[in-house]
């Protein structure tokens, strides 16, 4: 099973956005891109399904992966909280609050590479460490949330890549 946030936040650096990237980047790089992830169809799918790829450079394509990933991490965080209000048992209302708050980790993670993504550059820290209370509510709770999780790690692979290419440029 993906660790939760390992994929984006194993990468630790900052990335120096070049002249390179204000060229609109095309569908075939899109396509390039999607091929480094474990699932090239869906990559594809999921950046193509917000409307501002159409006029992006590689900068651009960056800050809407960044924007899936947080809003992808704030339903997941919406959802562990009602979650948290909705169950009885103490030890899984526990378990589900401190994976609320790594997921409202990651979220505050996503938006300062967001921020610093605008500045010229992204620092992405390695919160991976935080990931085991969300792993041991994924054990107990086989409901939904661990697919959701699933998903998120899914995303954060497509992040990893898109700025592993920026850095690369």
């Known amino acids: 099973m993906f660790t939760t946030f390992s994929h984006v936040f194993i990468l630790v650096s900052i990335i120096f956005i070049s002249s390179t990237t204000c060229t609109k980047i095309t569908d ?3 396509k390039y891109l999607c ?3 474990s699932n090239p169809d869906r990559c594809y799918k999921l950046l193509k399904s917000d ?5 992006v450079n590689a900068k651009g394509l960056a800050q809407i992966s960044i924007d ?3 809003k992808n991490a704030k339903e997941i965080h919406s959802v562990l909280n009602a979650l ?3 169950t ?8 589900y609050n401190r994976c609320s ?6 979220i505050r993670h996503l938006e300062a590479a967001k921020n610093n993504l605008k500045s010229g550059g992204v620092q992405v820290a390695d ?3 935080d990931n085991k209370q969300c792993e041991e509510v994924f054990r107990v709770d086989h409901s939904h949330i661990k697919k959701k999780n699933e998903d998120f790690n899914f995303v954060l692979s497509v992040v990893k890549v898109i700025l592993n290419n920026l850095n690369k440029k």
């Open 28 to 30: 075939k790089e899109i």
């Open 101 to 106: 708050k790594n997921y409202n980790d990651a």
């Open 127 to 129: 919160a991976s460490k």
């Open 68 to 70: 899936l990933a947080s």
């Open 35 to 37: 091929s480094k992830t």
């Open 84 to 86: 948290v209000q909705g």
């Open 88 to 95: 009885h048992n103490a030890r899984l209302r526990e378990m």
């Open 51 to 55: 409307h501002r790829i159409t006029n």
